[in-house]
């Protein structure tokens, strides 16, 4: 079973500096921080606050290529937790015929994002991805950050604004 999720927020790791995309399940409190590349950040960063380039971006290029081949983005699926990767498939489809392309998470979001399409993670994936904890010596476990996550408010998300 698949949960909906949206983003919540991207914010900058504070002991890593990495970009973290947070995703929330719509239907309770449950958060889980993906950490992305810089680039794949300000990909998402840029459709969240609606920022307009010049050309178009890798993104709204394959938003476009989608609907200029009268297919239809239906949904993007992170569906699997591989060796602390995550994977993701987007769900298409083209005349009547249903589509999946696996996708990096970072791109299915950004693209989700342009697409307006809804965002959906495997319950299983979201229950490893709960469980899951980092080396302590590494610094906090995924549940202190979890915690951490769950507490910020918006003020605290504009704080580590992209």
């Known amino acids: 079973m698949d949960i909906e999720v949206r983003i919540r927020g ?3 790791d504070p002991s890593t500096n990495m970009p973290i995309v947070v995703l929330k399940d719509v239907a309770s409190d449950t958060v ?3 950490w992305v590349g810089i680039f794949e950040a300000n990909a998402i960063a840029i459709e969240i606050e609606k920022v307009s380039a010049p050309r178009p971006m ?3 290029l394959t938003r476009n290529l989608i609907h200029y081949l009268n297919a239809e983005l239906e949904k993007v699926v992170i569906n699997e ?7 993701a498939t987007l769900w298409l489809q083209q005349n009547g015929e ?3 392309i696996d996708a990096r998470p970072s791109d299915a979001l950004a693209l989700a994002l342009r697409a307006d399409c809804p965002i959906y993670v495997a319950e299983e994936v979201m229950q490893s991805a709960k469980l899951s904890a980092t080396n302590p010596a590494d610094g906090p476990t995924t549940e202190q950050l979890r ?5 910020l408010n918006d ?3 504009g704080r580590y604004k992209m």
């Open 81 to 87: 937790l591989k060796d602390s990767t995550f994977l």
């Open 10 to 12: 991207l914010m900058m």
């Open 98 to 100: 249903k589509l999946t």
């Open 147 to 151: 915690g951490w996550l769950e507490g």
């Open 32 to 34: 889980m921080p993906i």
């Open 58 to 60: 890798t993104h709204d």
């Open 155 to 157: 003020e605290d998300l």
